[in-house]
C-alpha cells in the first residue's frame, strides 16, 4: 500500500504493484505485477521482478546482486512529433539543488546474473512524416559477471523476434569503465518497411517491400572518440522493391549478397571481399530538361522542420566561421572503398530519353558484369567485363582494364546488330532524313590515354549493314547499301586517322546539283534560326 501511494504521488499515469515479498534472512525481493498507464494502454509493466542481494554488500559498501530476474517486461516507447519520449515522463521527480559537478567514480554495482525473460517492446515515432511503428513481441536478454568498477568485460546476449519472423541476435562482452564492446550481431529477415521512414525523410523513394540479412563481428570504443569495427560481415539484401513518390517503378532487386566485408570507421575504409547480385531491374529517365530521374530524386531534400531556438544569450560563432572539430570525431579524409569481386547477373535496364521527339527507348539486358580489384583511390587498375543485349537483337561484349587516378584503360568492344535506327530522333532536327534500316557491328581496341586534355586510341573493324536512308522531302531514296565493311581503322583522336580497306556491297547513292549550284544535300539540311 505504500509503495502504491508513492506511485499516485509521483507517476503521472494511473500504476499500481498487486504484491511485494521480502525476505529479511536471505535479502531476497520479489515485486509482482506492476502496471503503468491506463488499462487499455498501459506504457510499463511486468509480471515478476526477483532481485538477490548478497549479504556481502554491507561490508564491502557496494551493491552485489547475485541474481535479478524480470519476467514479462512490457513496454511503449512513444515519441511524439515534438521528440518527446513517453517514457521520460512517467513520473514528476521533486527537483534537486544543482551541485558543484565533481568527478566521481561509477557506483560501485557488481551483478552475477541478470535476466530478462519473455519481454515485449513496442516503439513508435511520429516525428518522421511517415510514421514509423514496430514490435517486438519476444525479449531475452541475459548477464553474467557485470561490474562497474571492473576492468573485466561482462557477457550478454540478447534475442529479440518480431511477429513478422524477423530476428536479432546480439552475443558479445561489455565494459562499461571505459565504454567498450566487442561480439557478435545477427540479423535475420529485418523488413526494411520498418525503418524505411527515415530514409524516406532524406530522398523521396517509396519502398514497397525488401528484407535484410546482417551477421558481422565488431568491437566497439567510445574510451576516445567512436571507434567501431566491423570484420567477416556479410549481408543478403532481398526482394527490394523501390518506387517514386507518384508511382513509378524505379528499382526491383532480386537478391544482393555481400561476403568477407570488413569497416574500419576511424581510418573510413570499406573492404568488400565478395558481391554477388541477381536480378535487378531499374528505370533510368532523362527528363525534358536533360536532367535524369535518379537524380533529380536523390538531390532533392524534404523541407527542414523548424527548430526551437534557445533562448540563453550565449555568444554563437557567426555561420561562414569555421566550427571547431569535436574530440574523437572522425577525420576528414575520404572514404577508401575496395571491391574485390563483384559478379552482377541478369540486370535489365530500362532507358529513355524524353529531351529529342519522339522519345527515345532502349532496353539493356540480360546485362551482366563483372569487377575485379576496385579501389576508390583509383591508383591501381581494376579489370571489368560487361556482356548484354542492346534492344531486340543488338549485342554488346566490352572487357579490359580501367585505372582512375590518372584516368586511363585499355577495352576489346565487340558490337554486333545494333540498330541505328535509335539515331533517328537525334537527326531529325538537324536534316530532313529517315532512317529506315541499317545495323551496326564492330570489334575494336579502345585504348583511353587521357581525360584531360581527352586522348583515345581505336583500332580495328567495322560494319554497317542493310542501310536505307529516305529524303523526306521528296519521299524518296537517298541513299542505301547491302554491307559497308571497314578494316584496319586505326583513329587517334583528334587529329588522326588511317583506314586499310573499305569493301562497299550494292551501293546507292542519289546526288543532284541544282541550277543555282547548290546540292539535294544543302536541302535537307534544316534551317536554324539565326
Request: hydrophobic share 40%; aromatic share 6%; glycine share 6%.
Amino acid at each position: 500500500r505504500v509503495v502504491n501511494q508513492q506511485l499516485a504521488k509521483y507517476a503521472t499515469v494511473p500504476a499500481r504493484l498487486e504484491r511485494i515479498e521480502f525476505n529479511p534472512f536471505t535479502l531476497n525481493l520479489k515485486l509482482h505485477n506492476l502496471h503503468m498507464g491506463e488499462p487499455d494502454a498501459e506504457q510499463l509493466a511486468f509480471e515478476r521482478l526477483f532481485v538477490d542481494l548478497d549479504w556481502d554488500s554491507l561490508r564491502s559498501r557496494s551493491l552485489h546482486f547475485s541474481d535479478i530476474e524480470l519476467i514479462g517486461p512490457n513496454a511503449e516507447v512513444l515519441f511524439d512529433i515534438d521528440g518527446k519520449l513517453n517514457l521520460a515522463e512517467l513520473f514528476e521527480l521533486p527537483s534537486k539543488e544543482d551541485t558543484p559537478a565533481e568527478d566521481k567514480e561509477p557506483l560501485a554495482l557488481r551483478i552475477d546474473r541478470l535476466q530478462l525473460a519473455g519481454g515485449r517492446v513496442h516503439f513508435a515515432d511520429q516525428r518522421t512524416q511517415e510514421p514509423i511503428d514496430f514490435l517486438l513481441d519476444s525479449l531475452d536478454f541475459e548477464l553474467l559477471n557485470f561490474a562497474t568498477r571492473s576492468d573485466d568485460a561482462a557477457d550478454a546476449v540478447l534475442v529479440a523476434r518480431g511477429p513478422d519472423g524477423s530476428r536479432i541476435k546480439w552475443k558479445g562482452q561489455l565494459n562499461l569503465s571505459p565504454v567498450t564492446s566487442t561480439g557478435q550481431l545477427e540479423i535475420n529477415g529485418l523488413a526494411l518497411k520498418t525503418f524505411w521512414p527515415y530514409v524516406r525523410d532524406m530522398a523521396p523513394l517509396a519502398l514497397n517491400e525488401g528484407q535484410l540479412s546482417l551477421k558481422t563481428e565488431y568491437q566497439l570504443d567510445l574510451s576516445k572518440g567512436t571507434s567501431l569495427q566491423l570484420s567477416d560481415a556479410s549481408a543478403t539484401l532481398a526482394s527490394l522493391s523501390i518506387d517514386s513518390l507518384q508511382g513509378q517503378p524505379l528499382l526491383r532487386l532480386e537478391q544482393a549478397e555481400i561476403a568477407q566485408a570488413s569497416l574500419d570507421l576511424p581510418k573510413r575504409q570499406l573492404a568488400l571481399g565478395q558481391l554477388r547480385s541477381q536480378a535487378l531491374e531499374s528505370w533510368l529517365i532523362r527528363e525534358p530538361d536533360g536532367q535524369l530521374n535518379w537524380q533529380r530524386l536523390l538531390a532533392s531534400k524534404p523541407e527542414p522542420q523548424p527548430q526551437p531556438q534557445p533562448a540563453d544569450t550565449e555568444e554563437r560563432p557567426a555561420q561562414d566561421e569555421p566550427q571547431p572539430t569535436q574530440k574523437g570525431g572522425t577525420s576528414d579524409q575520404p572514404w577508401r572503398i575496395v571491391l574485390r569481386d563483384a559478379e552482377l547477373r541478369n540486370y535489365q535496364l530500362h532507358l529513355a530519353d524524353k529531351v529529342p521527339e519522339p522519345n527515345v527507348e532502349l532496353e539493356l539486358g540480360p546485362l551482366d558484369l563483372d569487377v575485379r580489384n576496385f579501389d576508390s583511390r583509383g591508383t591501381a587498375p581494376m579489370e571489368l567485363k560487361l556482356t548484354t543485349e542492346v534492344g531486340k537483337q543488338g549485342s554488346l561484349l566490352a572487357e579490359g582494364q580501367l585505372t582512375l587516378t590518372p584516368m586511363q584503360g585499355s577495352f576489346d568492344v565487340t558490337l554486333a546488330g545494333i540498330d541505328l535506327r535509335l539515331a533517328q530522333p537525334y537527326l531529325s532536327p538537324f536534316v530532313h532524313l529517315e532512317l529506315r534500316s541499317g545495323l551496326l557491328a564492330s570489334q575494336l581496341a579502345v585504348e583511353l590515354t587521357g581525360v584531360e586534355p581527352l586522348a583515345f586510341h581505336i583500332g580495328g573493324s567495322a560494319e554497317i549493314t542493310q542501310l536505307h536512308t529516305l529524303d523526306t522531302i521528296q519521299d524518296r531514296d537517298l541513299m542505301k547499301w547491302q554491307s559497308l565493311q571497314v578494316s584496319g581503322l586505326d583513329y587517334s583522336y583528334p587529329n588522326a586517322l588511317q583506314i586499310e580497306k573499305i569493301d562497299l556491297n550494292q551501293p546507292y547513292a542519289r546526288f543532284i546539283i541544282n541550277p543555282d549550284l547548290t546540292t539535294n544535300i544543302n536541302d535537307l539540311l534544316v534551317d536554324k534560326p539565326s
